[in-house]
């Protein structure tokens, strides 16, 4: 089998020292490959690598053809426009100019072969449901999902030999998400794609578990993959039930052992003392016992070693992951409480249903869906205090709002977990924010990480420690896409842990089984057309 992209002995480390990849090889060949593995594995640095966006400290990457990547989190200059992040700027700019009468040879060299760039441009825009989109409309005024599907359209432009994706669907509604799966599974070429989309690798041809500093690769889509884990798992607990017994019974012949050497020796001890037989025959015999006795001895450590090392490779071969705990007794809403109140909502084209004011009460838990680019961010951010439009009157009736932002912002790269903790708490003791950290998986020396060299789900769970760790604590939680960057696991752990939150919590997601887990009173949808309203059963 020929490879497009090779690893070998691949090693880097932040420059603080933390290291990431420790002597990895890992091949991905022609075709759909999905890359998981748990937060802070490595796969966005790995995908990183390949694309050239980081030097390894060791090791080599072969890539054969062009290299196409899409980050996580797109650095976007504010002043730039569609075409520029599709980029065509260039090209079209020189393509007016021509039409202008400018027949430049710089303007034809900039053209090249792209005579047809912008209805290219427009109809890979359409095909990925981005048809409302103009090429002049500025980035900064297009939602998270709009900008996501708007750097895919730009790979999809360019067909690059080699397509790198990290979290694709992150901020992507269902409708997005549909038109996504169908692009890749059209994609002819070869694709590496880090997701926890469970839909998206379903729809691939290998996956790539990178765990532990090695990667494992399997011929088969996500499902296949976990049956043979299931499977894998379940062989091990056997064998760690096994070697439990084994164990236990070792322990039992160790210790009839030592009674059967000890009741040898007094008998040995009582022959000599009554001098029953020559005393050259009782030494040799005393000696012999005692030459036995410790061959025995030696003979049943070993077997309790062995049976010892047999369980704990039999327990490590048991796959668990981490799981995230938050307790938050000091979050709790009394029923009936106002949270918020809004006033003064308007549509475009009001419609039956559509809200012109929204009252939260209690420990309300509502979804709050919508396509991409209805105005979801915006409304959660005019709930904060932060830009409310003109009319509308929000007033809050509880302490501590905390507002969890898709771009994850909030953190200061240059200092320390601990360090962003304290921020928000300062009131709390060094032992009081370690002990909090540990619940979201931030032990020892990973919380001494600066922020900036955290992995996309770490930054996550660094941020949700923040938020939920802050004094006051939160009565009222306002989560965008919360479980963006989170592997699979925890994703359900964030859900069950939120199940138990107290107060009111109003969350923007398109992942309908993290929805399902948190237990909500009521559902609210958004349309840039109709506006707010109710959104149907929970």
């Known amino acids: 089998m020929s490879f497009a992209i090779v690893c070998s ?49 060791s090791g080599t990457v072969s890539v054969e053809g062009q290299v196409g990547y899409l980050p996580q989190n797109l650095a976007l200059d504010g002043s730039a426009t569609v075409a520029d992040l599709l980029g065509i700027a260039a090209a079209r700019a020189a393509l007016h100019a021509i039409e202008r009468g400018e027949a430049t040879e710089e303007n034809f060299a900039a053209v090249g072969d792209g005579w047809d760039v912008e209805e290219r441009a427009l109809a890979e825009l359409g095909r990925l449901g981005l048809g409302h989109l103009d090429l002049d409309r500025p980035v900064a005024a297009l939602s998270g999902g709009e900008t996501v599907m708007t750097g895919l359209a730009a790979l999809f432009l360019a067909r690059p030999d080699v ?33 926890h989309d469970r839909e998206l690798l379903d729809r691939v041809d290998a996956i790539a578990d990178l765990r532990d500093g090695a990667v494992r690769s399997f011929g088969g889509n996500l499902s296949a993959y976990e049956e043979l884990l299931a499977v894998e798992k379940e062989a091990a607990e056997r064998m760690v039930r096994v070697a439990g017994t084994d164990l236990r019974r070792q322990k039992r012949e160790l210790e009839e052992a030592h009674v059967k050497l000890a009741r040898r020796k007094r008998y040995a001890n009582k022959m000599y003392e009554n001098k029953r037989e020559p005393r050259a025959v009782m030494k040799l015999r005393k000696r012999e016992a005692q030459v036995s006795a410790g061959k025995h001895r030696i003979m049943h450590e070993e077997r309790l070693a062995g049976a010892r090392t047999r369980l704990a490779e039999a327990e490590d071969a048991v796959r668990e992951d981490a799981a995230i705990r938050i307790e938050l007794p000091a979050t709790r809403v009394p029923a009936g409480r106002t949270v918020v109140a809004v006033t003064g909502l308007r549509a475009a084209e009001p419609a039956p249903g559509t809200l012109s004011e929204l009252i939260v009460r209690g420990p309300e838990r ?26 509308v009157s929000v007033r809050i009736g509880v302490d501590g709002v905390r ?31 370690r002990q909090g950290l540990a619940r979201f998986l931030f032990r020892g020396a990973s919380a001494d990480r600066l922020a900036g060299t955290l992995s996309g789900g770490e930054r996550l769970r660094a941020v949700l420690a923040s938020l939920l760790l802050a004094d006051p604590a939160p009565r009222f939680l306002l989560l965008d896409e919360p479980t963006n ?54």
């Open 9 to 57: 002995d691949l090693s880097f480390a932040w420059p603080d020292g933390t290291a990431v990849l420790d002597g990895l090889d890992a091949a991905f060949g022609p075709g759909r490959t999905g890359l998981i593995g748990v937060n802070g594995s490595g796969k966005s640095t790995l995908l990183k690598l390949i694309a050239g966006e980081l030097r390894p400290g």
């Open 163 to 195: 397509l790198l994706l990290d979290e694709p669907t992150n901020n992507l509604d269902l409708d997005a998400r549909h038109r996504l799966y169908a692009a890749v599974e059209s994609w002819t070429g070869v694709l590496v794609v880090v997701s």
């Open 366 to 391: 509502i979804a709050l869906t919508g396509p991409n680019g209805s105005g979801k961010t915006t409304f959660l951010r005019a709930l904060t205090g932060e830009r409310v439009p003109d009319g």
């Open 403 to 433: 507002y969890l932002p898709q771009r994850l912002d909030v953190l200061d790269g240059d200092r320390s977990v601990v360090d962003n903790v304290r921020a928000f708490a300062p009131s709390a003791t060094p032992a009081q924010i």
């Open 485 to 538: 960057d989170l592997d699979m696991a925890s994703a359900a752990q964030l859900g069950q842990a939120l199940a138990a939150y107290e107060g009111a919590l109003i969350v923007v997601s398109h992942d309908l089984r993290f929805l399902r887990t948190l237990g909500l009173t009521r559902r609210l949808r958004m349309d840039r057309r109709t506006g707010l309203s109710e959104g149907g059963p929970v």
